[in-house]
């Protein structure tokens, strides 16, 4: 039985929730972790949270082991890691408001893209699409200043994050979510790892608790987010699910203000408010339509 549009939705809001505080951990482990190293090691921890949800359900091994999945996942991790990558060295390049912010552009981005799988919405949702970036500019304290390096790299990350969404959308209908999630993980750590060996001067942390901020972030952000992302792709329109997605960013002004004491301000609130307007505008097609 397919589930109800209310149940998809609050799984996704369930998502932005987890990623915006997720940004604690990571933020804490980039202390004493260089970036892909630190991706390595919270994606495997995060194919690790997999294993026994996989065994509870007792899948066949040929609905979950075959060269079909194993594909489909490679290129699923190959483009997280990208997104992941590209998203972790602009943090070290530029303003962390210009990231939040032009990350945000994959709201733009999966429809676009989409219209090339024959995906196209309304006026209405592509209103809600504008109301959720402009609430994202304010809410990020984004101010017009450009480094281009850096922003470079935030845009071409968030180009990679639309793609990841909308090939998830694609593959989850054809093949286990478990699966492709698990394996996804495997290859994204794989290939973390493999340029943090080859561009970074260590992949272990400075001191112990980096470990404990990257399992934080691998059971919770990836092993619980990153796989309720692909269980509710297969039942969500991805444009509309980018919208909700795009939350993340009012959770992790949240989280900034409980755990950094980052004052969130008028801006930020008037920002947060139009994000939300945006969540609602972007899902009204799919409320009308039941």
Known sequence: MKPSPFLINSMLVFVAFIWGFGFVPQRLGLETFEPMAFNAWRFSFGAITLIPVIYFYRFKLSEIFNQKILVASLILGCILSAGAGLQQI???????????????????FVPVIGVFFKHHYSLITWTGAGLAMIGLALLSGFQGEILYKGDSFALLGA??????LLTITYFVKRYNQYALAFYQFIFCAIISLVISLVFESDYLPKDSSGY?????????????????QIVALKHSDPFVASVIFSLESVFGAIAGYWFFSEVLGFYGLVGAGLMLVGCLFAQWPEKQSQ
């Open 212 to 228: 404990v901020w990257a399992l934080l972030n691998g059971v919770i952000v990836v092993g619980v987010g990153y796989t309720l």
């Open 90 to 108: 602009s943090l070290g390049l530029t303003k962390l408001a210009n990231v939040a912010f032009i990350t945000g552009f994959y709201v733009i």
């Open 159 to 164: 180009f990679f994050w639309a793609i990841h």
